[in-house]
């Protein structure tokens, strides 16, 4: 009986520890996977790959399709994307939410670029959340905050 009690009192505080454990990784890895998904679009645009950009995102209608095609050609260069600040609204969310991620990138130091992108995240982590990239802003102001995307 006093083995029991032991195995109870060592085991149900390991199992414990190893569920939230796991909680808190598949949370922490939805961050990962939308950060990601937008650097996997950002490397499509600066390819030049209005299509590729396209297949990313969840844009349905032609004005997002448009800004997708216009943002292709205006910011097709050479060079590795580097990404210097990334702030998702999105991140740590626990529960389905869809807000913008501000991202500044470059390939150049020269020639910094803002953007914002529409992230959705549906779920949550006890059933799993899943990762989806509404729409994808033109270049905003260094300064500027991320405009209402729809």
């Known amino acids: 009986m006093a083995r029991v009690k032991r195995a109870l009192l060592i085991g149900i505080p390991l199992v414990?520890?190893?569920a939230v454990a796991f909680l808190v990784?598949?949370?922490l890895?939805?961050?990962s996977a939308e950060r990601a998904a937008?650097?996997?679009l950002l490397k499509a645009q600066i390819a030049g790959d209005a299509p590729r950009m396209?297949?990313?995102?969840?844009c349905a209608d032609e004005a997002c399709a448009e800004v997708v095609r216009a943002n292709a050609r205006r910011?097709?260069?050479?060079?590795?994307?580097?990404?210097?600040?990334?702030?998702?609204?999105?991140?740590?969310?626990?529960?389905?939410?869809?807000?913008p991620t501000r991202v500044v990138w470059y390939t150049d130091p020269d020639n910094t670029i803002v953007q914002c992108v529409l992230v959705r995240r549906t779920g949550d982590i006890l059933a799993g959340t899943s990762?989806?990239?509404?729409r994808l802003s033109a270049p905003i102001g260094r300064e500027a905050s991320c405009p209402k995307l729809r």
């Open 54 to 58: 396209l297949r990313r995102l969840e």
């Open 25 to 27: 990784a598949r949370w």
């Open 131 to 134: 990762v989806s990239l509404l």
């Open 75 to 99: 910011l097709k260069t050479d060079g590795e994307l580097k990404i210097a600040l990334y702030q998702s609204q999105t991140a740590h969310a626990p529960r389905s939410r869809t807000k």
């Open 38 to 40: 937008v650097e996997e």
């Open 29 to 31: 890895n939805n961050d």
């Open 16 to 18: 414990a520890f190893i």
